[in-house]
């Protein structure tokens, strides 16, 4: 089984971990070095590769660890952005340029499924958008408008592929789906076949710029890796840059389930609601499963991540005959402040490095656009794309008032970690997989106990930018509400942009005893 970044197991990871052929031995000097070992990393390492580069991919875990094995896999040209907004924003020219993007991503997904003979479940559908009352329905037409006007094959159907009551729906035909661990190891394979090299388990913690290289410190080694190029496939870059600032972390949870009338939609379908709920079937090795999902919420922002479960659950179970639950989970994904992902240099002075980041929910084909317009970059290729999704735009009109809620956000968790001074004078320490952040001696702990009933103490304050973490009972993990930073219950990074652990907290044995009936001290 693959590894992912929490303890809930999504469909995608009864696979087996990616076994690389190279080794942190294969450190030297490389054309481009890409940080991150997602459908974003391995298709822009194999696209590079092909063009005759010499890549290597560093990978901090293993390779589909963080959203690409958590996603939904859905791949769309009717996007979370409806094309009302972009047209809005960034006009018709562009709009359809955007639609001209994703729908050739689907395309080359395509022709790579056939021509590398991938077995991941591709199959093209038709993805269907569905009203259920009035105002919807009004928003619904307006988006049929602006499809029609980007050139996306649409209609007005009278059925919904599933049985929920409905006011107008519209199919829009061209999308696709497919398993995307099998996609993603499959084209890493062909990569490494032809010369690339993966390491995983060697986390980027610094580049240093000399004149002719990037120096790059990972794992344990310092300047052992050096490349004319870095390329951050990391969903959103680590460090400190301004692209955290136009840039959202919320999480959104899925379910796979068995139905016990065998009535798969093979469709691609959506509801209009915010958040709102997106169904699918995949079939793996012959046997279907129903894909759904919603509840989405900012990253940190719901106390009780247990609830957005429960009430998907009650969703699935209120519409379909489900027979089974056989996977829940939850993943992240980062929604850029103007509806648009992020993609090209990394903003400020940082020459040679360039990013991907803000897919909002469709990651699976915008992963794909970015590695196309990164490889342009790096060859120097001209583009169509660059100057839609360009990484460095600066849009104070739209979606202006999104951008001060997301950093007024921010700032909010800022003051509080560094005003609030609640004391407790009892602390009750947490159950078997429980946490929460206590105040004890005017000190902010972070507390968690795993299932074997082993405590887990941390200082509760993210390394990227110092807000205060959130514990995450679902997913059993530290999570940052400013820029989505992740940490396991022992504060090691699950996600970027966080570089560096939480700092730990020892217990004393005898203390812990104590500490359910007495006052706790804390041993540093």
Not at 154 to 178: L, S
Not at 211 to 229: F, H, Q, R
Not at 412 to 417: F, M, N, S
Not at 465 to 470: H, R, W
Request: net charge negative; glycine share 8%; with cysteine.
């Amino acid at each position: 089984m693959i590894a992912r970044d929490g303890t809930k197991i999504s469909l995608w990871q009864n696979e087996s971990p990616y076994h690389s052929k190279q080794s942190s031995t294969n450190a030297g000097d490389y054309d481009v070095i890409i940080v991150g070992g997602g459908i974003t990393g391995i298709t822009t390492a194999w696209l590079l590769q092909q063009e005759g580069k010499k890549c290597a991919v560093l990978e901090a875990n293993t390779l589909c660890f963080g959203t690409t094995g958590g996603t939904t896999a859905h791949l769309n040209t009717m996007l979370d952005t409806p094309y009302t907004s972009i047209i809005r924003d960034f006009g018709l020219d562009k709009a359809k340029l955007v639609a001209q993007a994703t729908t050739e991503a689907i395309s080359f997904i395509a022709s790579n499924v056939k021509n590398l003979s991938i077995d991941c479940g591709f199959e093209q559908t038709s993805a269907y958008l569905f009203s259920q009352d009035e105002e919807q329905t009004k928003e619904l037409e307006k988006i049929y408008e602006a499809c029609r006007e980007v050139g996306l094959d649409v209609t007005f159907e009278d059925r919904n592929p599933i049985y929920i009551p409905f006011e107008k729906i519209i199919q829009v035909k061209g999308q696709a789906k497919f398993h995307p661990v099998r996609y993603v190891h499959a084209l890493a394979q062909d990569f490494e076949n032809a010369g690339g090299v993966i390491i995983e388990g060697c986390r980027v913690t610094e580049l240093i710029h000399e004149e002719d290289c990037i120096k790059i410190v990972a794992g344990n080694e310092e300047g052992l890796y050096t490349a004319d190029s870095v390329i951050y496939a990391t969903h959103i870059p680590p460090g400190i840059n301004f692209l955290h600032l136009k840039c959202a972390p919320f999480r959104s949870y899925a379910m796979a389930v068995k139905l016990s009338d065998d009535q798969y939609p093979d469709e691609l379908i959506y509801d209009m609601y915010d958040p709102y709920h997106y169904y699918r079937t995949q079939e793996i090795d012959g046997e279907r499963f129903l894909i759904a999902g919603g509840e989405d919420h900012k990253t940190g922002h719901k106390e009780n991540t247990d609830v957005p479960f429960r009430l998907l659950e009650d969703h699935i179970r209120k519409y379909f005959n489900v027979s089974e639950v056989i996977n829940k989970w939850s993943s992240q994904y980062y929604e850029p402040v103007d509806g648009l992902p992020f993609i090209g240099p990394l903003p400020g002075p940082h020459k040679n490095v360039y990013v991907a980041t803000g897919y909002s929910g469709n990651g699976m084909v915008f992963s794909t656009v970015a590695a196309h317009i990164l490889t342009d970059y790096i060859l120097g290729r001209g583009s169509l794309y660059p100057s839609v999704f360009s990484s460095e735009r600066v849009k104070p009109v739209a979606a202006f008032s999104d951008f001060v809620t997301n950093n007024a956000d921010v700032a909010k968790e800022l003051v509080g970690q560094l005003f609030n001074v609640t004391r407790l004078d009892e602390v009750n320490l947490p159950g078997i997989e429980e946490g929460g952040v206590f105040t004890i001696d005017n000190q902010k702990v972070g507390i968690s106990k795993d299932r074997e009933g082993n405590i887990h103490g941390v200082h509760p304050v993210c390394t990227h930018m110092k807000c205060s973490v959130q514990w995450n009972p679902a997913e059993q993990s530290w999570d940052c509400p400013c820029h989505g930073a992740r940490y396991s219950p022992d504060g090691k990074v699950l996600n970027g942009p966080a570089r560096e652990d939480l700092k730990p907290i020892s217990f004393n044995e005898e203390q812990i005893i104590d500490h359910t009936d007495r006052h706790t001290d804390l041993v540093h």
